[in-house]
């Protein structure tokens, strides 16, 4: 969450854009050292057969009739493609022999909202739930599932699109947190939510414009809802939810960042709840 003091809402004149590069040219930076790229047809095509989870396929631009068949089988089965250019492709390969066609695969396999809440019922203990709103991020996705393990939370949820998916740079950030808490990939996030009311959560979304923490109840099931770097909760997603809430500030830069910000938070709920 970026913690901004306008209402969530990004400066005037000051554009989402280049932090989206940034990660994005980082994250192509990194494919060389990682082990999370399926390239090739074959590769990708045996990996979808196989049902094994994928974060992301990325196409060459041009290329989809010849990868047609990889192309919506990986949308049948959720998976969020992207066509680029090739240069692109190029930059993330660690082979050289990528086809026009990358996919990056899953560290961990997702679960669903139905395994975080009986998470929270087999231990006897009432649901905290961190939901992450456009975190693209995945070093700052990796941390806050950290954060949220330590804290005792039930489980994190992350919408399919517009946000960092369980990779390999994700599951570093997380330092192991990946084998211990459930992570959800939805397909809508808003859904999510009234899922969750459904089931009992009170829903506080987490913005600079509403009242302090240390005047929320947390103790109960609660679930925190996270907002992207820069601008915030989206619309629909802050309406969605119960009470805003923010974190008290006495220095003079604007803000927390997400992954900071949810850490703050969640132990602000576990302190409620009783830690020792």
């Not at 049948?76 to 996919?103: F, N, W, Y």
């Not at 974190?247 to 409620?272: D, H, K, T, W, Y």
């Amino acid at each position: 969450m970026e913690q901004n003091k306008k209402n969530g809402a990004r400066p005037a004149g000051r554009s989402r854009r280049p932090s989206v590069f940034a990660a994005e040219e980082r994250y192509e930076r990194e494919a060389s050292v990682r082990e999370d790229l399926l390239e090739g047809k074959n590769a990708v095509w045996e990996a979808l057969c196989a049902g094994r989870q994928l974060d992301k396929l990325f196409f060459a631009a041009g290329s989809a009739p010849s990868l047609g068949r990889i192309i919506d089988r990986a949308r049948k089965q959720g998976v969020p493609t992207q066509e680029c250019d090739r240069r692109k492709l190029d930059r993330m390969s660690a082979t050289g022999a990528h086809q026009g066609v990358i996919a990056v695969a899953s560290a961990a396999r997702y679960a669903s909202l139905r395994d975080i809440l009986a998470l929270a019922q087999s231990r006897g203990e009432r649901p905290l739930v961190v939901l992450c709103d456009g975190i693209t991020d995945p070093h700052n996705l990796g941390a806050i599932i950290r954060s949220a393990e330590v804290a005792g939370a039930h489980g994190v949820v992350i919408p399919r699109r517009r946000s960092a998916g369980l990779n390999a740079a994700c599951a570093k950030a997380a330092a192991g947190a990946l084998e211990h808490l459930p992570v959800a990939r939805v397909s809508n996030l808003a859904a999510a939510l009234a899922e969750l009311k459904e089931n009992g959560l009170f829903l506080f979304a987490a913005d600079m414009a509403g009242g302090s923490m240390y005047q929320a109840d947390l103790t109960g099931p609660a679930a925190i809802v996270i907002g992207s770097e820069g601008e915030g909760l989206s619309r629909l997603v802050r309406e969605s939810c119960d009470a805003v809430i923010s974190i008290p500030q006495r220095g003079r830069i604007p803000s927390l960042n997400a992954s900071n910000a949810a850490a703050v938070l969640l132990f602000e709920a576990l302190r409620q709840r009783g830690a020792e």
